[in-house]
């Protein structure tokens, strides 16, 4: 199985960045693609962003286009994702995610972490 863990969410600015990371475990991860959601108050869970493992290929939501960046470090096992103009529609508590097919992370993973929160204050 795959175990993921976030961190780096906190309260920010209007304007400003954060950098969220999961670390992942489990011996078969590194065939996985990841991924983050988001899930605002109120609000059902919504797709962030993806990255193929294996290719680095990235595939964005469209308000996440231009302001986040996902990463991954194959040696760590972690995937990051880089914040930039945060806005207050951003806040929500963010949940990393995974799945053996990359088509599953952005449309529904099948491994999910406990999620960390972003808070942006206007």
């Known amino acids: 199985q795959v175990q993921l863990a976030e961190s780096g969410g906190g309260l920010v600015q209007a304007g400003g960045s954060l950098r969220l990371s999961c670390a992942a475990s489990?011996?078969?991860?590194?065939?996985?693609?990841t991924g983050w959601f988001r899930q605002a108050p109120g609000k059902e869970r919504e797709f962030v962003a993806a990255?193929?493992?294996?290719?680095?290929?990235?595939y964005y939501t469209n308000s996440a286009k231009g302001r986040f960046t996902i990463s991954r470090d194959n040696a760590r096992d972690s995937v990051y994702l880089q914040m930039s103009s945060l806005r207050p529609e951003d806040t929500a508590v963010y949940y990393c995610?995974?799945?053996?097919?990359?088509?599953?992370?952005?449309?529904?993973?099948?491994?999910w972490g406990q999620g960390t929160q972003v808070t942006v204050s206007s």
């Open positions: 995610v995974a799945d053996p097919s990359f088509r599953a992370v952005v449309l529904g993973p099948t491994y």
């Open positions: 489990g011996r078969t991860f590194r065939s996985y693609a």
């Open positions: 990255i193929n493992w294996s290719t680095g290929a990235t």
